[in-house]
């Protein structure tokens, strides 16, 4: 079974700072990945997502991640936070075979210091 | 109203209550599903539906009993619930069934049991 694990709970940048939040995943196959915005009282926003082709991954609001199969890992960075990008980051991972399931991180919380 | 809307946004009940989660989804997608947020832990899929057809029960206990009257309405019915349900209720939704979609998720229902 896929497993996602983002390592660090917490994360305090200051605004214009760049910005580096990891992912690891366990997965047998090449996986599709995905990174989610949760902010206050919201939903979760899809940021970008990996299915093939090129590893570096443009996303939304400036966000960009990188999915390096050697690593297991598919960071997301931004060069440089704004205020606005305080929110929870969640990663995910979805399973071959045709199934439904995404599996989730724990999530990592990001504060931006003005 | 656009996306995915979710009634009450907040709902305290005690363990004898009857009450029930809404979700309606306004962009025309024929899957959507049920998580569970609860602190500290990643999001937990509860129930898929696929054109109203329910294809996948991720173990939910009985007490969750959700219904899909059509592809643009989900509902969750609760009954006699355990204080360790209390969690935010995420429903999403997505074109087509599959972890390659990508799903839309709306607020979420905070929900205390007392």
């Known amino acids: 079974a896929q497993s996602v694990t983002q390592p660090d709970i917490h994360i305090t940048v200051s605004e214009g700072a760049s910005l580096e939040l990891r992912c690891n995943y366990s997965?047998?196959?090449?996986?599709?990945l995905f990174w989610y915005v949760q902010s206050p009282g919201q939903g979760l926003q899809l940021l970008l997502k990996?299915?093939?082709?090129?590893?570096l991954v443009q996303g939304i609001k400036g966000f960009e991640a990188e999915f390096k199969r050697s690593q297991s890992s598919f960071n997301l960075r931004k060069p440089s936070v704004h205020w606005s990008d305080a929110a929870e980051y969640f990663c995910?991972?979805?399973?071959?075979?045709?199934?439904?399931?995404?599996?989730f991180g724990t999530g990592t919380q990001l504060k931006v210091e003005l | 109203e656009t996306g995915v809307t979710q009634t009450p946004r907040h709902l305290v009940m005690g363990m004898t209550n009857k009450k029930s989660l809404k979700c309606e989804q306004h962009?025309?997608?024929?899957?959507m599903y049920w998580y569970k947020q609860s602190a500290k832990k990643p999001l937990e899929l509860m129930f898929v539906?696929?054109?109203?057809?329910?294809?996948e029960n991720n173990s939910v206990p009985s007490r969750f009993s959700p219904e899909c009257p059509n592809s643009s309405h989900l509902f969750l019915h609760l009954h006699t619930l355990q204080p360790e349900d209390s969690a935010l209720y995420l429903c999403?939704?997505?074109?087509?069934?599959?972890?390659?979609?990508?799903?839309?998720f709306g607020p979420g229902t905070r929900l205390l049991v007392l």
């Open positions: 962009l025309g997608h024929n899957a």
């Open positions: 999403a939704s997505s074109q087509d069934r599959g972890y390659q979609e990508t799903q839309y």
């Open positions: 997965y047998g196959a090449t996986p599709y």
């Open positions: 990996y299915f093939s082709g090129d590893t």
């Open positions: 539906y696929n054109f109203k057809e329910q294809t």
């Open positions: 995910a991972v979805g399973a071959g075979g045709g199934g439904n399931k995404l599996t």
